[in-house]
């Protein structure tokens, strides 16, 4: 198949675009982390060929497509029509357990009084700037803490990056208690401001 074809979920390359692909943009494929299917109308083998292709490019999520793209059409199922776009765009899905930005915001303005912001950064990095509504348990000490923290309200946990916030709420869930989680990053100043990217 000469064209890519897509579907709601995926994009479908067959082997012949893929060589002009490679051959055009070795470079140029920063959507590697995305899943690929491959779908070809040739033989078994041209699929696995492609695959293989796509494999070498550092695409780590690639599979087979057992159906043609004929099958795929007679099957009812969505296909994407128009030109085909030269640009892949990539919304990845939040984690499960994680509170977004603009709900988070909310919680700091006083929106959610049964809310409890758990800040788990350790204290020289809080000395740099903190949510003066927030409670700090560094991540460390979270689990020799836990009966400091509040039973009866909402749980929102934070840290520097969302790594260590992940982590705490993992904790968290294993001592059978609900939290959430930024999974973002947030730049303080000693004012007291802040910047969620």
Not at 29 to 41: F, S
Not at 56 to 65: C, E, L, Q
Request: proline content about 6%.
């Amino acid at each position: 198949a000469k064209d890519i074809k897509t579907t709601k979920n995926s994009i479908i390359i067959g082997e012949m675009e893929i060589e002009v692909t490679a051959i055009k943009q070795p470079a140029e494929l920063p959507w590697r982390h995305i899943d690929i299917a491959m779908e070809c109308t040739g033989i078994f083998t041209d699929r696995e060929k492609a695959a293989r292709l796509a494999v070498s490019w550092g695409f780590k999520a690639v599979r087979i497509f057992p159906q043609t793209f004929d099958q795929w059409q007679t099957a009812k199922n969505p296909v994407g029509r128009g030109v085909n776009s030269n640009r892949i765009s990539y919304v990845p899905k939040p984690k499960p357990g994680t509170v977004n930005k603009t709900d988070f915001e909310a919680i700091i303005a006083g929106k959610n009084p049964s809310a409890l912001i758990l800040d788990v950064r350790n204290p020289d990095e809080v000395s740099e700037g903190r949510f003066a509504m927030s409670r700090n348990i560094p991540v460390a000490e979270l689990i020799h803490r836990v009966k400091e923290i509040p039973q009866d309200r909402e749980l929102v946990l934070h840290c520097k990056s969302g790594v260590r916030a992940e982590m705490a709420h993992n904790l968290l869930k294993d001592a059978g208690i609900k939290s959430r989680f930024l999974n973002q990053t947030i730049k303080f100043k000693k004012d007291g401001s802040y910047k969620i990217l």
